[in-house]
């Protein structure tokens, strides 16, 4: 089993930053790709950006590519997302998620799940 925690959501003006941490406990020797996923009202759950955590090979959606950053510390086991230039179209709950499959930006690669946390862009 993995566990996962975000922090770091809050509440910021369009074009502000923020950055989200996810600490990861347990069984973290088996992650081979870490991601984090968003979900806005009414929408469904979004891929954002991934990272192999071994490797480092990164992964972006098109609409946050250029301004999203997302990166580990693995003697920490923590995994970061660093959002710069943010939109309200970036106003979500983004979840943080471990597991081991191939395809990083699909939900059903992933096993564990953070419990999330908020993101507000004003405008």
């Known amino acids: 089993q993995v566990q996962l925690v975000e922090s770091g959501g809050g509440l910021v003006q369009a074009g502000g930053s923020l950055r989200l941490s996810c600490a990861a406990s347990g069984r973290t020797s088996s992650m081979y790709t870490m991601g984090w996923f968003r979900q806005a009202p009414g929408k469904e759950r979004e891929f954002v950006a991934a990272?192999?955590?071994?490797?480092?090979?990164?992964y972006y959606s098109d609409s946050v590519k250029g301004r999203f950053t997302i990166s580990t510390d693995n003697a920490k086991n923590t995994l970061y997302l660093q959002m710069n230039s943010l939109k309200f179209e970036d106003t979500a709950v983004y979840y943080c998620?471990?597991?081991?499959?191939?395809?990083?930006?699909?939900?059903?690669?992933?096993?564990?799940w953070g419990q999330g946390t908020q993101v507000t862009v004003s405008s």
């Open positions: 998620a471990a597991g081991w499959g191939l395809v990083p930006s699909a939900r059903s690669e992933y096993a564990y």
């Open positions: 990272i192999r955590w071994s490797g480092g090979t990164t």
